[in-house]
């Protein structure tokens, strides 16, 4: 392991252009659960019920609700290692990171050049005029949205079946295109588009690496293990390296 540690420092240390997609096991060491796996989300609720633009028009508050609860228990929790480690690494080297995430612990991390591509719980939508705004109201009442006065707010998050916004998209595939590193952590790879990007970098000439206790998948270089471990190691052998040749 501490070969492929040292390798994946290397390649981030020459590279003009390293991309991370991050995915729900990036915050499970946070205490925030995945979706998928025997303590994921989906197995205890029903994704067709709750995050669908369907369950969004049949039972808004019900939505509203779920949304709600999870946003107390994420705004409970905290960063870990492996979010810091990646917040310093971009203070050494240029990284820029999509996350499927909609916990915020990146930017809570110190993190910036993040694109959050399935949205923010703490922000909320206008349903007539698309405004976005920050959001930490927790009440399961209806709120209208104060630009147009006329719109309810609904979660700024992406259900499935929604297609992601447009210019985040136009902003991950120019990324896609220049990476050099594609870091893939903590996602089972199974949600569209999302789960293409590494196959669409490693196209486009990237050296792809997974970090996952779990094998999805196909990557150049596989670290098996938590994120909050492994990309505080990463982040020592880069400083290691570049104190060697200072
Ligand atoms: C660790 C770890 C540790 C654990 N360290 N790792 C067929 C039927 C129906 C739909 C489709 C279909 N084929 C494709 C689709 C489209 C659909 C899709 O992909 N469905 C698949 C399920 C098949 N996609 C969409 O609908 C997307 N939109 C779209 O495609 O639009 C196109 C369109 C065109 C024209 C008109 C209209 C539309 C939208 C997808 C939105 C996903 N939304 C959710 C909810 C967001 C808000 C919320 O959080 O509530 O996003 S679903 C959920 O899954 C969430 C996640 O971001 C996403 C991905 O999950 P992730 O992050 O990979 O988590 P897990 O749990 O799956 O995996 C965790 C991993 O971590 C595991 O591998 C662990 O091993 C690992 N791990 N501990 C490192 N410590």
Redesign the pocket.
Known sequence: MQKLIEQTALALARSKSNVVLS????S??SGIP????NK?LWKEFN?QEL?TPQALRKNFSLVWQWYNERKKQIAEKSPNAGHLALSRLQEIIPLAIIT???DNLHSRAGSSNVLEI??NIFKARCMACGHVMDFSQTDNSTFLCPACTRGKLRPH????????DERQLQKTFALLQSAQVFLV???????????SFAEIAAEAGALIVE????P?AQADIVLRG???EILPQILQSLQDFKSLKN
């Open positions: 995915g729900a096991g990036m499970a060491e995945t979706f998928r796996g994921g994704a995050a499927q995430n909609i399935h949205g998050v992406v259900l499935f079946g929604e297609r992601l952590i903590g996602t089972s790879s199974m949600v569209y588009p999302a789960a970090i996952n206790p779990q999805t938590k994120s909050g």
